[in-house]
Antibody
Framework: EVQLVQSGAEVAKPGESLKISCKGSGYMFTSHWISWVRQMPGKGLEWMGKIDPSDSYTSYSPSFEGHVIISVDKSISTVYLQWSSLRASDTAMYYC??????????????WGQGTLVTVSS | EIVLTQSPGTLSLSPGERATLSCRASQTIISSYLAWYQQKPGQAPRLLIYGASTRATGIPDRFSGSGSGTDFSLTISRLEAEDFAVYYCHQYGTPPTTFGQGTRVEI
């Protein structure tokens, strides 16, 4: 079974750094891009960026570029989303999702269970 | 970026009824790179349709997608209790990929 399992909920303060993870299993990890999607409380879905696990190539939405970094550790089939300086407005649920086919096209299936990030002083 | 506008915002229907959800794009979506996702409360989204009309694995045939260019729709032929959820359209033909604001299907 193809599965993405994300790290647990996090609580952090504004200005702190944070790294959350997404571990893939049940498929050839380096054959499928992974995207990150944000969902703020009670709101819709926003695509943040994606990574090709085979070569670590990344692409970001202009709305998120410079504020987050997406990285990968192929040896443990895990993709990361990190912030160097959190803001209160980063409070949201974050989902990772695998690209359905072996391309950069963002047909997202399956999704991880989500990681809730709460930023509060 | 391409803006996707979904209508209606909320659809109030009963089990057994037909639901038609609309997604209109601000520009032509190339190669019909349009997907639909279902999200239930407290759950991650689930891919229903990609390429405008191809059902994802395991999706019942009561779900169908159609459209091209700037106008797309998702139809649920006979609503079942488990179908009451929020539905998002999503274009991935022109970077950056964007989502619609969602349509809630409620009883």
């Amino acid at each position: 079974e193809v599965q993405l399992v994300q790290s647990g909920a996090e609580v952090a303060k504004p200005g702190e750094s944070l790294k959350i993870s997404c571990k893939g299993s049940g498929y050839m990890f380096t054959s499928h891009w992974i995207s990150w999607v944000r969902q703020m409380p009670g709101k819709g879905l926003e695509w943040m960026g994606k990574i090709d696990p085979s070569d670590s190539y990344t692409s970001y939405s202009p709305s998120f570029e410079g504020h987050v970094i997406i990285s990968v550790d192929k040896s443990i089939s895990t993709v990361y989303l990190q912030w160097s300086s959190l803001r209160a407005s980063d409070t949201a649920m974050y989902y990772c999702a695998r690209h359905l086919r072996g391309s950069s096209r963002e047909e997202l299936d399956p999704w991880g269970q989500g990681t809730l990030v709460t930023v509060s002083s | 970026e391409i803006v996707l506008t979904q209508s209606p915002g909320t659809l109030s229907l009963s089990p057994g009824e037909r639901a038609t959800l609309s997604c209109r794009a601000s520009q032509t979506i190339i190669s019909s790179y349009l997907a639909w996702y279902q999200q239930k409360p407290g759950q991650a989204p689930r891919l229903l349709i990609y390429g405008a009309s191809t059902r994802a694995t395991g999706i019942p045939d009561r779900f169908s997608g159609s459209g091209s260019g700037t106008d797309f729709s998702l139809t649920i032929s006979r609503l079942e209790a488990e179908d009451f959820a929020v539905y998002y359209c999503h274009q991935y033909g022109t970077p950056p990929t964007t989502f619609g604001q969602g349509t809630r299907v409620e009883i």
